[in-house]
Nanobody, 117 residues
Framework: QVQLVESGGGLVQAGGSLRLNCAASGSISSINVMGWYRQSPGKQREWVAIITRAGRTIYADSVKGRFTISRDNAKNTVYLQMNSLKPEDTAVYYC???????????WGKGTLVTVSS
């Protein structure tokens, strides 16, 4: 099993920046893909960015060019650097880890990001 703890959320003005952190513990060696997802009130959870074990990254179109996902394997931590934030980025941001070989998914409890206009 894997435990994930997100941090770094908060209130920021439009155009500002935040960095989210996701610290992983447990069966770290089994983690393959890690990603960030978000959910706004009344909307379904959507994926934001993912990073593979090899460091390959993929971004949703809505955040491409503004957000950067990175991974520090030595610290068992994944980061999401968010720049040029917009009010529509307001959401609870969740970290997810997918394990090999089971493809089991583990989620953190989320961290709230609020962007004011």
């Amino acid at each position: 099993q894997v435990q994930l703890v997100e941090s770094g959320g908060g209130l920021v003005q439009a155009g500002g920046s935040l960095r989210l952190n996701c610290a992983a513990s447990g069966s770290i060696s089994s983690i393959n893909v890690m990603g960030w997802y978000r959910q706004s009130p009344g909307k379904q959870r959507e994926w934001v960015a993912i990073i593979t074990r090899a460091g390959r990254t993929i971004y949703a179109d809505s955040v491409k060019g503004r957000f950067t996902i990175s991974r520090d394997n030595a610290k068992n931590t994944v980061y999401l650097q968010m720049n040029s934030l917009k009010p529509e980025d307001t959401a609870v941001y969740y970290c997810k880890a997918t394990l090999i070989p089971t493809n089991a998914d583990y989620w953190g409890k989320g961290t709230l990001v609020t962007v004011s206009s």
